[in-house]
C-alpha cells in the first residue's frame, strides 16, 4: 500500500511529531481552507510508522487541520479517531474534529451579543498560539488542540460571557488587573471575559499556561 514519508521528523510528544515541511508540501497532503499563523497541523487518523527520524502514514489517513505561513508543522495522531473509524467503517475522524477545524464551529456558535469578542479573542490567539479547537458536547467546551493546555465556552444567555480554563493553579500565574482568575479542576483555573478590553489579559493568561505546559 502506497504510504507518505516524512523525513527528519522528531517526536516532541505522546503521538505527536514536529517536522519542517513547506506550506505547498503541506498542501499536497489534502484539502484545507483554514490558513492561521505560522504552524501547520495534520492530523492523522491511521496509526503512523516511526523509524529513524521518518513517520510514514498512508494517504487517505491524512487530515491538514491548518496551513501555516512557515515551515514549520506538527503531525498528531489520536488512537480514539482510529478506534471510531473501525467502528464506524469509514476512515474520516470523528465529528467534533472533522471539516477544517473548530475554530470554524466556535464562531459560526457565537450568539451576536458575543460575536465581536469571540471573533476578536479567537483571532489574536491564532496569532500567539496556533492549533485547532475540538468541540466536547457534553461540556460544552471547547479545547485546544493538539495540547489541551485551555479551553472556552459560550456562556449565554444569562452570562453573555466566554468562560476560559487554563492548565495551572491560579497562584502560578501573573495575573492581570482586569481578570479574576479562580481555581477550577485540579490543576486548571477558569476566568470569564465579556468585553474586548480583557483580551489582552486572556491572551497574558494563556501564553503562561502554555509555557508551562512545555516545560
Same mark, same amino acid.
Given at each position: 500500500?502506497?504510504?507518505?514519508? #516524512? *523525513?527528519? $521528523?522528531?517526536?516532541?510528544?505522546?503521538?505527536?511529531?514536529? !517536522?519542517?515541511?513547506?506550506?505547498?508540501?503541506?498542501?499536497?497532503?489534502?484539502?484545507?481552507?483554514?490558513? @492561521?499563523? =505560522?504552524?501547520?497541523? #495534520?492530523?492523522? $487518523? !491511521? /496509526?503512523?510508522?516511526?523509524?529513524?527520524?521518518?513517520?510514514? +502514514?498512508?494517504?487517505?489517513? /491524512? @487530515?491538514?487541520?491548518?496551513?501555516?505561513? %512557515?515551515?514549520?508543522? #506538527?503531525?498528531?495522531? &489520536?488512537?480514539?479517531?482510529? !478506534?471510531?473509524?473501525?467502528?464506524?467503517? *469509514?476512515?474520516?475522524?470523528? $465529528?467534533?474534529?472533522?471539516?477544517?477545524?473548530?475554530?470554524?464551529?466556535?464562531?459560526?456558535?457565537?450568539? &451576536?451579543?458575543?460575536?465581536?469578542?469571540?471573533?476578536?479573542?479567537?483571532?489574536?490567539?491564532?496569532?500567539?498560539?496556533?492549533?485547532?479547537?475540538?468541540?466536547?458536547?457534553?461540556?460544552?467546551?471547547?479545547?485546544?488542540?493538539?495540547?489541551?493546555?485551555?479551553?472556552?465556552?459560550?456562556?449565554?444567555?444569562?452570562?453573555?460571557?466566554?468562560?476560559?480554563?487554563?492548565?495551572?493553579?491560579?497562584?502560578?500565574?501573573?495575573?492581570? &488587573?482586569?481578570? &479574576?482568575? =479562580?481555581?477550577?479542576?485540579?490543576?486548571?483555573?477558569? +476566568?470569564?471575559?465579556?468585553?474586548?478590553?480583557? #483580551?489582552?489579559? !486572556?491572551? %497574558?493568561?494563556?501564553?503562561? /499556561?502554555?509555557? =508551562?505546559?512545555?516545560?
Amino acid at each position: 500500500m502506497l504510504r507518505f514519508s #516524512i *523525513e527528519g $521528523t522528531d517526536q516532541i510528544g505522546d503521538w505527536v511529531w514536529h !517536522a519542517r515541511l513547506h506550506p505547498s508540501q503541506v498542501s499536497k497532503l489534502g484539502p484545507c481552507s483554514s490558513m @492561521h499563523g =505560522k504552524l501547520s497541523v #495534520i492530523l492523522i $487518523t !491511521a /496509526a503512523p510508522g516511526e523509524t529513524g527520524g521518518k513517520l510514514e +502514514f498512508e494517504p487517505d489517513s /491524512a @487530515h491538514v487541520l491548518n496551513i501555516g505561513a %512557515s515551515s514549520e508543522a #506538527i503531525f498528531v495522531f &489520536d488512537p480514539q479517531t482510529e !478506534a471510531a473509524g473501525a467502528t464506524s467503517g *469509514e476512515s474520516s475522524p470523528p $465529528t467534533a474534529v472533522a471539516g477544517a477545524n473548530g475554530d470554524q464551529a466556535f464562531l459560526h456558535d457565537l450568539p &451576536d451579543v458575543l460575536r465581536p469578542l469571540g471573533e476578536e479573542f479567537l483571532t489574536r490567539v491564532r496569532q500567539q498560539s496556533p492549533g485547532w479547537l475540538v468541540y466536547y458536547p457534553d461540556s460544552g467546551r471547547y479545547v485546544a488542540k493538539p495540547d489541551n493546555f485551555w479551553t472556552v465556552r459560550i456562556q449565554q444567555p444569562r452570562a453573555n460571557n466566554l468562560q476560559l480554563t487554563v492548565r495551572g493553579d491560579p497562584n502560578h500565574f501573573v495575573v492581570p &488587573d482586569d481578570i &479574576d482568575l =479562580k481555581k477550577d479542576r485540579p490543576g486548571y483555573s477558569r +476566568f470569564v471575559i465579556s468585553h474586548s478590553d480583557q #483580551i489582552p489579559g !486572556a491572551l %497574558s493568561i494563556i501564553g503562561q /499556561a502554555r509555557r =508551562k505546559g512545555s516545560r
